[in-house]
Every structure is written in C-alpha cells, then in structure tokens.
C-alpha cells in the first residue's frame, strides 16, 4: 500500500496545466522551473519512504 | 589550435581515462573469470551501490543528454525542459519493475531482456524481435554519442576526425579486455567531472550574467513557458506530459541501461538507486538552464562562435557558452567530461549489444559454442558495433543519427509489454505479444514517416477533440491492447503456458 505514494510522484511529474506558470517565482526562477527542479528530490524521498517501510516490513517478516 | 591550454587539458584527462580502461582489467579480476560473459558482459553482477550508482548514471545521461537537452532550450524553449518530469518519472518504474526482473535473471542466469522474455513464454522468435529490436534502437544512440565528442572536439578548433577514431580504437582495446569493469571504473571518473563542471557553470556563469532574474528576462516570452492550448485540443499540454512519460518508460528497455541494471549485486542495490540516482536528474536539470544562459549571454551572435554554429547548430550553445565564460583550462575539463560522458556510454551500448547478439541471436539460431566461444563472439560484435558507428558518423550526415535515434525511441517501447508486463503476470501469450510488437513498430515508424522524420508528436483526434501525443506513447498502447485482446484467443488455440521456465519464488 505504501507503494501508492510512488503513484503520486508520477502525478507530481505529469500535472502539466498545473505547473505551467510563471508567478509564483523563486530566486528568480518562473514557478514552471522551479516546481519542476523540486519534485526531483521530493521524489527521491517519496521513494525513500516506500523503501525504508518496506523493508522494516521484510526485516519483521523474516523475525517471525 | 585555438584553444591550446583547453586542448591541453582535454588530452590529458582523455589520457587519463584511457589508462584506466585497461587498468580495469585487472580490477576485482581475482574473484572471476573474464573469460566468461557473465564476468565480461554483465561484470559479474557484482557492482554495488555506489559503483552501480556511478556506473547506471554515466550510462543512462549520456554526453548526447548533455549537450541536445540544453540545445533544446536553446531552441525551442520551455518544451526542452521536459527532461525534469522524464528523469521523475523513470525512478518509480525502476524501483517497482527491475528489482524482480534482477532476481529472475539471476535465478537463470540471464544477462539480457530478451532472454528473460524467451525463459518466460519459450518462443526464441519473440526474443529475436526484442533483440534486434534493441540492438537497431542502440546503434544511432551510439553514433549520437560520437556526435557529441565530435562537437566538442571541434569546439576545441581541431579539425578532422584524427582525435575521434584514436579515441575510439582505444575505446576498442579496453573493451574487448576488461568488459563492462572499463566502463564502470571510467563512468567514477566522468561523473566526478561532470558534477565539478555543472556546478561551477551554475554559479559563475549567472554570476556573470547578472543571476538568474536577468537570465529569464532575457528569455522571449514564447520560449519562457509552453503556449496554452488552443480550444478543442489539449495542444503542447499533452505533448509534454506524453513526451515525459513514453521516454521514461523507454529508457530502461535499452540495452544499455538494462545491462547497468542487471551488472548491479542484488535488488536491493537497485531499490537505494532508485532514491540515489535522482541526483543526476538535478544536474541535468541545472544543466538545461545552460541553453537558456547561452540565449542570455548572445553566444549565437559572437563572431568568434559564428563558424560553431554554422556547423554544429544549437548543439553548439552549450561549448560555446563554456568558452565564452571559463577560462581556457577550465573549459578544456567541461570539454573532456563531456567527451569521457560519450566513452562511458559508447562502450555499455557495445557490450550490451553483443550480449544480446550472442545470447539472443548467435547461440539461437546458429551456433551453440563453448562459454568461451560465447564470449569471443559477443567481443567480435562488440568491436563491428563500434567500428560500425564510426563509419557511420564519417559518412553520413549526423542529422540522419537523430533522426535514427528518435526512431530508436518509438521501437524500444515497443518492448515494454513483453519485458515489463511478464515481470509480473504470465497471463499472456507469446505469439500475442509478438502480433503487438509488430503493429507498434509498423504504426509508429509509419506516423513519424508522416512527420517527415523530424516530429516526435502526433495530434490524435478522439471525438472532435485534438490530442498532440508522443508517438511512442500512442503506439505503445495500441500495441499493450492487441497483447491483451489476443493473448486470451491465442491460449484457447495454442497454450504456451507450459514452457515458461520460470517459477513464481524466482521473482520475489
């Protein structure tokens, strides 16, 4: 079930009517550049959280 | 020489490298035997996190990546940063498909995708399309990756295609001794520098520009963001998000990413790549805005650039910008990242072909030698693999080699049903995804025949509204569709269900 948050990286990645803007910008960047420079690492740790309980998951698993 | 302390720099760290190609050889030798192709092709399966780390990112951002994605934004704009959600998107696919198909490749010794899928439905004829299939989509990917070396060679203002065939004879010698361990052991190298590069251009060259609020500025407001969709359609909207999504399901169908995956220890390597490689999304992301500083610093209209431009095209934006703001030294080591960037790749595209020419087409159809014969004969491909891109890129011209490889795209995909679907279910049938295989690849090389070769996109129309889609994506699922229709029909008829060779406990 955790895997569902690998579901929502995709949709992050794919919302293009979205993100297709230029205000809000940061730093100087149009929100179109920005947003999608940032849903790189929050994707890596989205990932990250499928990883880490599944295998706490296997580790409980294999105690039993 | 134009530029003599860059080119001096270039040929050292080339050097360099080249060294360690045949070092590699020796590298982790005591633990197996290179005469076998497992050792040679696939490195033993013995790489882990951090070297598969460096080994798949040097692999799957190639020099080609480098320099055509900054170029894209140099010319077409916001559409050429669809290289962010692209890089996004590949990692959940990596992280749910490839740590099963690395257990049962493991469990029967497959060292290639089209061996899995012939272990699975016992149809060598449905392997041979998958193969070929590869094998044609790898071979203008590599000639790209000359192209890439090429440009900065000829940035650097030495002429003719001396310092590309040397590079490429040694290329050559290391591959045929060391394997995939060259390539793995130079991708550290390449990487390091790469990173080094993007990074410095990050902060010097806005710094000179007047940061990135003057940046954007200067970007013309059609190239700033996509067009918004005229009524009726959901115009550069869907061409985007289709774009991001059929590359990411295509990239790790290639040969060379798939050979990256499996030369990996265990799936759990490949799980912590899945959250570690993004890393090298961010650079290519950062790398991308290069195109946009190129465009703000006027590189195009420098005269000491007008004859780069002449020749290479928008490819050139990002040498030029690199020569421009670094000094000489400096660009001489973008210049040899970006050149060790086309080594890396080149040389897992070769390998990962001969595997699958000797796995997949030799010993199957006509000859069943010794481990050893097996592994000259994926040597022998995989040197004609690299002679043949070679004179590939001095006789034609490299506008076909893109053209080859946006056609490489649409058929790769055409191998995702019978690879990744079979991870998981074995409901479908052989001859079925074969019938797939076949109309994705006609349908799609017939619509990008209709674009002339050069678009990518196709407007479907569905009930009167315009759908602008990647073809790749489009024909992708017409043919996931034709497997799933027919497999049912098919198993009625001819059930090949019995000669999967594969187990249920070889995936988990």
């Avoid at chain 2, 390998?351 to 997949?360: E, K, L, M």
Wanted: positive net charge.
């Amino acid at each position: 079930m955790i895997r569902i948050l690998l579901l929502l990286v995709m949709v992050l990645a794919l919302i293009v009517p979205f993100f297709n803007r230029v205000e809000p910008s940061l730093f100087g960047f149009p929100f179109f550049y920005w947003y999608q420079i940032i849903i790189v690492p929050v994707g890596s740790l989205l990932i990250y959280f499928v990883y880490r309980a599944e295998e706490r998951d296997a580790g409980e698993e294999a105690r039993k | 020489m134009t530029y003599p302390s860059a080119s001096i720099v270039f040929f050292l760290l080339i050097a360099i490298v080249l060294v360690l190609g045949f070092i590699a050889g020796r590298w982790k030798s005591g633990e197996g035997n290179i005469g076998h192709i497992e050792e040679w092709g696939l490195g033993g399966r013995r790489f882990g996190t951090w070297i598969s780390w460096f080994l798949i990112g040097g692999d799957a951002y190639t020099a080609y990546t480098f320099i055509a994605i900054p170029a894209l934004m140099f010319g077409a704009g916001a559409l050429g940063f669809f290289a962010m959600p692209y890089t996004v998107l590949i990692y959940p696919i990596l992280y749910v498909v490839f740590p099963r198909l690395w257990r049962v490749a493991r469990a029967k010794g497959y060292i290639t995708g089209p061996e899995f899928v012939r272990g699975r439905y016992g149809n060598r004829w449905l392997a041979l399309a998958m193969g070929l299939t590869g094998i044609l989509a790898t071979m203008p990917y590599i000639a790209l990756q000359l192209v890439g070396m090429q440009t900065v060679i000829g940035a650097l203002g030495l002429p003719g295609h001396g310092p590309l065939i040397a590079a490429f004879i040694v290329l050559a010698a290391f591959t045929w001794t060391a394997g995939l361990r060259a390539p793995a052991m130079i991708s550290i190298v390449k990487d390091l520098l790469i990173y080094l590069t993007v990074i410095a251009a990050i902060i010097v060259i806005p710094a000179e520009l007047g940061g990135f609020t003057a940046i954007f500025a200067k970007v013309p407001a059609p190239k700033l963001i996509l067009p918004p969709p005229p009524p009726g359609s959901s115009g550069s909207y869907s061409a985007y998000a289709s774009l991001a999504l059929g590359s990411a399901m295509a990239l790790f169908l290639y040969p060379h990413t798939m050979t990256g995956i499996l030369s990996a220890s265990g799936p759990r390597v490949i799980k912590r790549n899945a959250v570690l490689l993004p890393a090298y999304s961010l650079l290519l992301g950062l790398l991308a805005l290069i195109g946009f500083m190129a465009l703000a610093a006027g590189v195009k209209t420098m005269p000491q650039f007008a004859a780069g431009f002449a020749r290479y095209g928008a490819s050139f934006a990002v040498p030029a910008v690199l020569l421009n703001s670094f000094p000489g030294w400096f660009a001489g080591v973008a210049f040899g990242a970006i050149a060790i960037g086309a080594l890396v790749p080149a040389a897992i595209m070769a390998i990962a072909s001969a595997n699958i020419f000797t796995r997949d087409i030799w010993t199957q159809f006509f000859h069943s030698p010794t481990q050893r014969g097996e592994t000259l004969a994926a040597k022998i491909f995989a040197i004609l693999m690299i002679i043949g891109a070679l004179i590939f890129i001095m006789k034609i011209p490299s506008t076909y080699a893109v053209q080859l490889q946006l056609l490489g795209g649409m058929w790769i995909i055409q191998t995702f049903p019978a690879v990744v679907f079979s991870v998981f279910t074995r409901a479908l049938n052989g001859w079925a995804l074969l019938l797939g295989w076949l109309v994705g690849i006609v349908s799609a090389t017939w619509l990008v025949w209709q674009n002339h070769f050069t678009g990518a996109i196709w407007p479907f129309h569905i009930l009167g509204y315009t759908v602008p889609c990647y073809i790749a994506l489009a024909t992708v699922v017409l043919n996931g569709i034709i497997a799933a229709v027919l497999s049912p029909l098919f198993q009625m008829v001819a059930n090949d269900r019995v000669r999967d060779e594969t187990a249920v406990s070889d995936y988990v």
